[in-house]
């Protein structure tokens, strides 16, 4: 069965220095790995996704991730927060339906990211 | 091209009664995902509809229902109400076909208080 771990609840760091969010996976197939962000009272707006095409995968807003199949891991990294950046991020897997075909997005817990100014 | 919409924003109901919650995708998606967040369970997922049938199914009780209409418009139903239902209903939508990495736009939720 597909997973995510999002091994942080909590992250706080200083405007204009940098975000680390991580996220471990587990899956028995090449996965389909995505972030999502959600700011409070929105719904949520994906911010990148791995494709297979690039282990290193660019977003908006200045994100990118890597994914790491050795070490099973897919963070998500900015080189230097914004006060805007404050919210909840969700690291999300899309699991697999009998037979094989794509099925739902299976969510991370999320991590709180708060920036201090 | 507008985004997803959710009907009602904003709802308040008493155990035992009923809610149905809409959902609107974007113009040209064919297919309607619903998820339930709570503090407790984070984000789960409801259920699937593409072109008004039920594609896949998560691992809620019987309770918890949904449709899709022949314009892709989306409705679920949760039936009976209980405390622990509780929670920000999201909605996304999405081109539906099989391709991998098809990306989900979600709307802005319906939150539910049950009294």
């Known amino acids: 069965a597909q997973s995510v771990t999002q091994l942080d609840s909590h992250v706080s760091v200083s405007e204009g220095t940098p975000v680390l969010l991580r996220c471990n996976y587990s899956s028995s197939y090449s996965p389909s790995l995505f972030w999502y962000v959600q700011h409070p009272n929105k719904g949520l707006q994906l911010l990148l996704k791995?494709?297979?095409?690039?282990?290193l995968v660019k977003g908006i807003n200045g994100f990118e991730a890597e994914f790491k199949k050795s070490e099973t891991s897919f963070h998500l990294t900015k080189p230097s927060a914004h006060m805007s950046d404050a919210a909840e991020y969700f690291c999300v897997v899309r699991g697999l339906n009998y037979g094989g075909s794509q099925g739902n997005l299976i969510f991370g817990k999320g991590t709180k990211l708060s920036v201090k100014p | 091209k507008a985004g997803v919409t959710q009907t009602p924003r904003y709802l308040i109901k008493t155990r035992g009664q009923q809610v149905t919650l809409s959902c609107s995708p974007i113009?040209?998606?064919?297919?309607v995902s619903w998820y339930q967040q709570t503090p407790g369970q984070g984000l789960q997922f409801l259920f699937e509809?593409?072109?008004?049938?039920?594609?896949n199914k998560g691992n809620f009780p019987g309770r918890f229902s949904g449709r899709q209409f022949s314009n892709s418009r989306s409705e679920m139903n949760v039936s009976t109400l209980e405390l622990g239902d509780s929670a920000l209903y999201l909605c996304a939508s999405s081109e539906g076909n099989r391709i991998s990495y098809n990306e989900q736009f979600f709307g802005p939720g319906t939150r539910l208080t049950v009294l």
């Open positions: 791995y494709t297979s095409a690039a282990t």
């Open positions: 113009s040209g998606h064919r297919s």
């Open positions: 509809y593409f072109s008004e049938t039920q594609r």
